[in-house]
């Protein structure tokens, strides 16, 4: 069978949700034997999300083959359970530097290179690669942006050549914003119409529209809608607002998405979707017995997307362990010596998280303290990782000034230090170290509990590692190494085997949990705080 494709666009506003739908629909198509996966086209000229800021773009997530993605692809991931790949994020960066890079070398032969058809072509090549490797039924691409921004004129323009080229073989979705005004009590299209009126402008005409709304889209809404903006009353999907995320599929499926998806694509229904399992986890996620807290110490909290594959994780082993996790954001900025008690009362579980930069170091530190000091539950997630053994020399090994080379580089005690592969890097995108590497567990340790196996594969981003030289003092202390990369000789993960559970990994194990396959060090933590 030759891969049939869907696209999904936006309008009106951005973040209604474009990336939810994606994931919903191909969990639905998933669920009914197809094989699918998703792809996200970025508008914005970075190469990719790597060196954002997280206030700018939330997190970057990052792939087993260490493409530093958008965080929808851990969406994608989390719904579906399959592994993505560099294939699956394609920015307008990306396409310019190829392009350029082709022109370089010559291959344009001398001619003008141009937006069409030397990007756009591109941009097709990008979106076809998925469907060219013979191992997708379905390519659902997603693109980022609204109709009508000037950076997503270029992969709607592709988007329109391609559906040219395709002929029966694809179907546009368009996501648009109902608003609902409150001082006339109604809900408006108008937005719609000219988020549509947008995309038949470029040449764009949706077969599907999904309407995102507060409140419930009667037959005479639908009807009204269908007519101005030549669809189906069918194809007219209401998404209204929920609790969870992972209560869109269903929804999903009771507005028959997946059904008049695979009509228009001319493929069969295989019968009913099977979402046994997914809607067991539903039932767990709104069933649950008791409620934990857990502290989240970070220095970007304000904005909950740039740790939220972390989130994500408490929730999948929330229904794990038959309990509703409470995440506390702390700012670890406005934690010090004086108030990190009254910070973090009441909590029964701290994690500090990932990130890069001295900004907020020392109250991570007091947090990681008061976590091994007073016998609660703790996860160091890469950085937070190293804060535990920066933290564990200054007040256990009596290493005054220890500290991470990236925070201080004349510091006497480097037990964090740039890793040797990293001193002759001068570039910051893509240079890290990225992607999945192995890991050998200590038998009887936590980690190895946790797992119930010896060798395990997690992704990494990270230029700085645990220092080796110091490894014997931390060990015969009480920090031990418990997860060690078999080529590199790299601590991956540090535990305190006297402590009720303190753990703390160089790899970002969030990136790995999904819906099916909860992550097991988060199942352990959370259990850990439980008692």
């Known amino acids: 069978m030759s891969t049939k494709y869907v696209f999904v666009t936006g309008g009106v506003a951005s973040s209604l949700g474009k990336g939810i739908i994606a994931s919903s629909l191909a969990k639905l ?32 997530y990052v792939t087993n083959d260490g493409a530093e993605t958008d965080l929808d692809l851990g969406h994608y991931e989390r719904f579906t359970g399959c592994p993505t790949s560099q294939a699956n994020n394609i920015t307008t960066g990306r ?18 290179v141009q937006i069409v058809p030397h990007i756009t072509d591109e941009i097709k090549r990008n979106i076809k690669l998925l469907g060219n490797s013979g191992e997708y039924d379905v390519v659902i691409t997603e693109i980022g942006g609204t109709a009508g921004d000037i950076e997503s004129l270029p ?6 050549q391609l559906r040219w080229d395709l002929g029966e073989k694809s179907v546009l979705i368009h996501l648009t914003l109902v608003p609902f005004l409150s001082a006339t009590g109604e809900l408006k299209t108008k937005p719609t119409q000219h988020s549509v009126k947008n995309l038949l402008e470029i040449g764009l005409q949706p077969d599907i529209l999904v309407l995102r709304t507060e409140h419930e889209i009667n037959n005479d809404i639908r009807r009204k809608v269908a007519l101005f903006c030549n669809v189906e009353p069918k194809a007219v999907i209401e998404s209204r607002d929920v609790s969870t995320i992972y209560e869109v599929p269903m929804r999903m499926e009771i507005e028959k998405l997946d059904e008049i998806v695979l009509s228009k694509l001319d493929l069969p229904l295989n019968g009913e979707p099977d979402l046994d399992l997914w809607k067991n986890f539903l039932y767990k996620l709104n069933h649950y017995s008791q409620e934990v807290e857990i502290g989240l110490v970070g220095k970007y909290v304000e904005l909950h997307d740039a740790y939220k594959s972390i989130a994500e994780s408490f929730i999948h082993a929330g229904a794990v362990n038959d309990c509703k996790v409470k995440i506390r954001w ?24 990932p990130g890069f930069g001295h900004r907020g170091i020392e109250g991570k530190l007091k947090a990681i303290e008061y976590a091994r000091t007073n016998n609660i539950p703790f996860f ?14 200054r007040n256990v090994l009596n290493m005054t000034d220890a500290n991470s080379t990236e925070m201080d580089s004349a510091t006497p005690y480097p037990v964090i230090d740039l890793m040797d592969s990293q001193k002759s890097v001068t570039d910051k995108g893509g240079t890290m170290r990225l992607g999945a590497y192995k ?22 981003r990270h230029r700085y590692e645990f220092n080796n030289s110091y490894r014997e003092v931390f060990e015969k202390a009480g920090m031990i190494a418990t997860g060690i990369n078999p080529d590199l000789n790299l601590v991956e993960i540090i535990e305190i085997p006297n402590h009720k559970w303190f753990l703390g990994t160089q790899f970002h194990p969030e990136y790995k949990s999904t819906v099916s396959n909860p992550h097991p060090l988060f199942v352990s933590f959370v259990k850990a705080c439980l008692k």
Do not use: W
């Open 95 to 112: 396409i310019y530097q190829n392009v350029i890079t082709k022109e370089r070398h010559g291959d344009y032969l001398g001619k003008t």
């Open 29 to 60: 198509l998933q669920a009914r034997g197809y094989r699918v996966t998703n792809q996200k086209l970025d508008p914005y000229i970075n190469v990719d999300p790597g060196t954002l800021n997280p206030y700018e773009h939330g997190e970057c």
């Open 439 to 460: 890991c050998e567990l200590k038998e009887g340790s936590k980690a190895y509990e946790a797992y119930g196996r010896k060798e395990i594969e997690e992704r990494h």
């Open 330 to 353: 702390i700012h670890s900025e406005k934690i010090n010596a004086e108030n990190v008690e009254e910070t973090l009362a009441g909590v029964k579980g701290i994690l500090v998280a």
């Open 380 to 393: 160091g997630v890469c950085l937070g990782m190293q804060m535990a053994v920066i933290e564990f020399a």
């Open 155 to 160: 992969f709607l323009e592709a988007v329109r």
